[in-house]
């Protein structure tokens, strides 16, 4: 089964410093790879997939995230974070079952501050 | 478009008592799924379908009932709630497109069980 793990439970940084989210994954089989942020008080939305081709896949608000294979990672990264990045980041691997079962990792909360 | 709406936004509710979460989504997806969110724990699939008429077990199913009627309705129901069911519950809805496809999620709801 396939399983996430996300090593910092929270992340604290000043605004304008770049950030980077650790996301590892068990690799029993392919998978496709979401990362979906979490504002205060509100639902899940994607940020960023990577189902094929280039390792580095760029999602909305500047973030960006490397599949690295070898390493079983997909690691989340911003060069400059703002106020308004602070918020809950999930790491969730695709199954790989055919109906799409996503296994969320526990989250990372980044708090930016000024 | 809602997108998905989920009623209530929150709920106290008596141990022993039942209750139903309800979904509803405007956008004509075949599949829909019930996250329950815990602080530590991140998302944990309780039930999902990935059509009308049919549902299946996710990972943290006890407790819990679900139907589809319809394409646009999936409740979840607590037939006698405890402690332990305290959480945020997230609705969340796709077209399956073998893993690839993006979750849309609605806003949730808190349910406090006394």
């Known amino acids: 089964a396939q399983s996430v793990t996300q090593l910092d439970s929270q992340v604290p940084v000043f605004e304008e410093a770049p950030v980077e989210l650790r996301c590892n994954y068990s690799?029993?089989?392919?998978?496709?790879l979401f990362w979906y942020v979490q504002y205060p008080n509100q639902g899940l939305q994607l940020l960023l997939k990577?189902?094929?081709?280039?390792?580095l896949v760029k999602g909305i608000n500047g973030f960006e995230a490397e599949f690295n294979k070898s390493q079983t990672s997909f690691h989340l990264r911003k060069p400059s974070v703002h106020i308004s990045d602070t918020a809950e980041y999930f790491c969730?691997?695709?199954?790989?079952?055919?109906?799409?079962?996503?296994?969320f990792g526990t989250g990372t909360r980044l708090l930016v501050s000024p | 478009t809602a997108g998905i709406t989920q009623a209530p936004t929150s709920q106290i509710l008596a141990a022993g008592r039942s209750m139903t979460l309800r979904c509803t989504q405007d956008?004509?997806?075949?599949?829909m799924y019930w996250y329950r969110q815990d602080l530590g724990l991140g998302l944990r699939l309780i039930h999902y379908?990935?059509?009308?008429?049919?549902?299946g077990k996710g990972e943290v199913p006890d407790g819990y009932s679900v139907s589809r009627a319809n394409t646009d309705d999936f409740p979840l129901t607590l037939a006698s709630a405890v402690p332990s069911q305290t959480s945020v519950y997230f609705c969340?809805?796709?077209?399956?497109?073998?893993?690839?496809?993006?979750?849309?999620f609605g806003p949730g709801t808190r349910l406090l069980v006394l």
């Open positions: 969730a691997p695709e199954t790989g079952t055919g109906f799409q079962k996503l296994v």
């Open positions: 379908s990935n059509t009308a008429g049919t549902t």
């Open positions: 956008m004509r997806h075949n599949a």
């Open positions: 969340a809805s796709t077209n399956p497109r073998g893993g690839q496809e993006t979750q849309y």
């Open positions: 690799s029993s089989v392919s998978v496709y």
């Open positions: 990577y189902l094929s081709g280039s390792t």
